[in-house]
Each structure stands twice: as C-alpha cells, then as structure tokens.
C-alpha cells in the first residue's frame, strides 16, 4: 500500500496553520518515521491521513484514492491507526477490546486465529484476557492497542507515539514488535519522540519542524548531510547509537 502526501497544508481555525506545505511518502512494504519537537505537526499530519481533518491545500492519497473523498474508506482500504491516547475501550476486558477490533469481519475461524496470532506476540494480553483494560499498565496497554489494530489485518499501520512514556524495557519490545510488522509485510508509518530508536529502525526518516514544515528526509547517512536537521536535531543521525533519546 503506497501512501503519497503532497504539499499539504492543514488550518485550524481561521489563522493557524499547523502543516504547511509537507510532502512525504510511504511505499508498500516501508517503515517510514516522521520526527520531530512538540508542536511540529507530527499528530496533525495523522489526522490528516485518517481524514480525521481536511486539507487546506494539498492532498493525501492512499493507493491512488484521496482519503477526503466522500467514498474514501480507511475499513475497505486495510488502514489501521493507533493513536497517542492508544483509544482502548477502558470499560471493556482485554479480550473484549481484542474482539471489537475485528467487528467489522465475516471470518470469525480467521479472526480466530489471528487473535491467537497477537497473544503469541504479546504473551501479557494472554495473561489478562479477562481483566479490564482500565487495570493494565501503559505498556500493557500500548501492547492491547497495537494487537487491536491487527485484527483488521491491515495494508498500512498508522503508529502515533507508541512508546510515549513507557518504560525502556517496554520501549525495546514495541520496537521489536515495529520490526516484526514491517517483516511480515505491513507497510508502516511511525510517529515518534524517540528520534534515535526510530531513525535506526526506519527504511527512511522524515524530519518535521514547526510550523509543519518538513526540513529533512532520507536515511541515516542522509540525514547526517543536512546541516539544518543536524543543528534541529542535536546530533548526527549516523553517530545516532551516541546520542541521547
């Protein structure tokens, strides 16, 4: 699944214009990371291919189609997103949640076995199965959403700070799990504070400063060429397994 986003430009409001002019694109099969500070426009840019909000200017295309098109569906098209509040159904058991996130499905034997599929991945789903997702720690947590978004076997997986506050042992097997995905053939985009983990993961790396402006792209060696992401940055992506995250 190719995403394509060109020029874009997204308006909150009558004055702020929180991604101006950004263009990047993930191709089938790619993990691809967009980085950059608080504010930059990283989760705007999320919205935006969700269709969560328009574009001022400028488009996003999924396989060709515009994700504001009225007959545009992220369901049909095999996108998934987990989003920075991970959105667990906190009411619901772990099990619960897992189910709800296949609803849509008619191949219950086969959601069948990709639920088992996620609890071999994340054993700790397995141990709680029954408790509520409201009793799970934010790893735990992070783990039940990424499984959830899953179980629509999705083309694209869309990654909203999935290691935010989480502690490193957990940072380890989210990235893990990220490499596993790419692996089995999701074609990924990663949004993420941990500049250096992501950077190293990553097939190519997008650099987004405020206000929405990307600065920068390509790999680590590519990225380490352009003086202004380096100075944005604060080292050198190629020298990145030095640096602090």
Do not use: C
């Not at 101006?20 to 999320?46: F, P, W």
């Amino acid at each position: 699944m190719d995403l394509v986003i060109d020029d874009l430009y997204v308006q909150y409001g009558s004055s702020v214009m929180a991604v101006q002019g950004a263009s990047l694109n993930v191709r089938d099969g790619e993990l691809v990371a967009l980085i950059g500070q608080n504010g930059a426009g990283k989760s705007t840019l999320m919205k935006a291919v969700m269709g969560w909000v328009g574009p001022h200017s400028g488009s996003v295309m999924i396989d060709g189609a515009a994700v504001n098109d009225r007959k545009f569906s992220h369901l049909k098209r095999g996108v998934s997103f987990v989003p920075e509040d991970r959105g667990i159904f906190s009411s619901l058991t772990v099990g619960e949640n897992l189910r709800l996130g296949g609803v849509t499905r008619r191949d219950k034997k086969a959601l069948d076995a990709d639920i088992e599929r996620e609890l071999e991945r994340f054993p700790v789903l397995r141990k709680y199965w029954g408790r509520g997702a409201s009793l799970l720690s934010g790893g735990e947590q992070q783990q039940l959403a990424i499984a959830r978004a899953m179980m629509l076997n999705p083309r694209l997986l869309l990654l909203d700070e999935p290691t935010l506050g989480l502690a490193p042992i957990i940072v380890d097997l989210i990235f893990d799990v990220i490499e596993q995905l790419r692996a089995e053939g999701v074609t990924i985009l990663l949004v993420e504070q941990n500049a250096v983990r992501s950077i190293e993961v990553a097939d190519r790396t997008y650099v987004l400063q405020a206000p929405g402006r990307v600065i920068g792209s390509g790999t680590a060696a590519e990225l380490s060429a352009s003086p202004a992401v380096v100075e944005y940055l604060g080292f050198e992506p190629n020298d990145s397994g030095k640096a602090a995250s």
